[in-house]
């Protein structure tokens, strides 16, 4: 059964550094998104990307954040000067069609910032 | 402000009971609905789907939408140990291209 990937699974960074999180969603879908997880905290929405462009993004998705489709597979999440805060699960979801269909999330990266 | 609304729980259930998780919305135009499980550590897995008002049954699995209300459930019957984890519900609030999360109900079914 086709499933999102997700690499690395665990990534550690000092604060101020800049992080690449890479994704490979399941081939056939078109939508792609971003969320994170705070540990004990609800999942949050960060960004969804349709046609190699940003749809819609949140309040969270700040200047530091930024997405990229570099090639038919890989969805990239870079986030450009890593805080303390940024400590969190970060999960890739993709879907075949629009927002209205189910969204099936890749395993994870956990990142730390130290 | 666009809510989700889950009691967080936690929610214990003897091996073989029906197990019952609410939901609510705050978003009257939403439209779609998903019940996903998370495991501690790992990603939020999809159950399922509903669309429309009424039940929809999948194997020991039941989703329960009343719009009016603005309100969704998921029941488990014949609830087993490996149930147990936390549900998430989601829903697609109109007015934007995104999910909002509940913060989950903690399930544990005790054998």
């Known amino acids: 059964e086709p499933e999102v990937t997700q690499t690395p699974s665990h990534q550690v960074t000092q604060m101020g550094q800049e992080v690449i999180l890479r994704c490979v969603p399941i081939?056939?879908?078109?939508?792609f998104y971003w969320y994170r997880q705070i540990l004990g905290q609800k999942v949050e929405f960060l960004v969804s990307?349709?046609?190699?462009?940003?749809?819609?993004k949140s309040e969270i998705f700040d200047d530091q954040f930024s997405v990229e489709r570099p090639d038919g597979s890989n969805f990239t999440l870079k986030i450009r000067s890593t805080k303390l805060e940024d400590s969190a699960m970060y999960f890739c979801?993709?879907?075949?069609?629009?927002?209205?269909?189910?969204?099936?999330f890749g395993p994870g990266t956990r990142l730390t910032v130290t | 402000q666009k809510e989700v609304e889950q009691n967080s729980g936690p929610l214990s259930v003897p091996e073989g009971a029906i197990a019952s998780l609410n939901c609510t919305y705050s978003?009257?135009?939403?439209?779609?609905f998903f019940w996903y499980r998370q495991y501690s550590g790992k990603s939020p897995e999809l159950i399922m789907s509903?669309?429309?008002?009424g039940d929809k049954e999948d194997g020991r699995f039941t989703a329960q939408l009343n719009k009016a209300s603005q309100y969704v459930s998921l029941l488990i019957r014949d609830s087993q140990p490996s149930d147990s984890a936390t549900y998430l519900c989601?829903?697609?609030?109109?007015?934007?291209?995104?999910?909002?999360f509940g913060t989950g109900t903690s399930l544990t079914v005790i054998p």
């Open positions: 990307f349709y046609n190699n462009e940003i749809s819609e």
């Open positions: 978003d009257r135009g939403s439209q779609s």
């Open positions: 979801a993709s879907s075949p069609a629009g927002i209205f269909y189910e969204q099936y």
């Open positions: 989601a829903v697609n609030m109109l007015a934007g291209n995104q999910f909002y």
């Open positions: 509903i669309y429309s008002n």
């Open positions: 081939s056939n879908h078109l939508y």
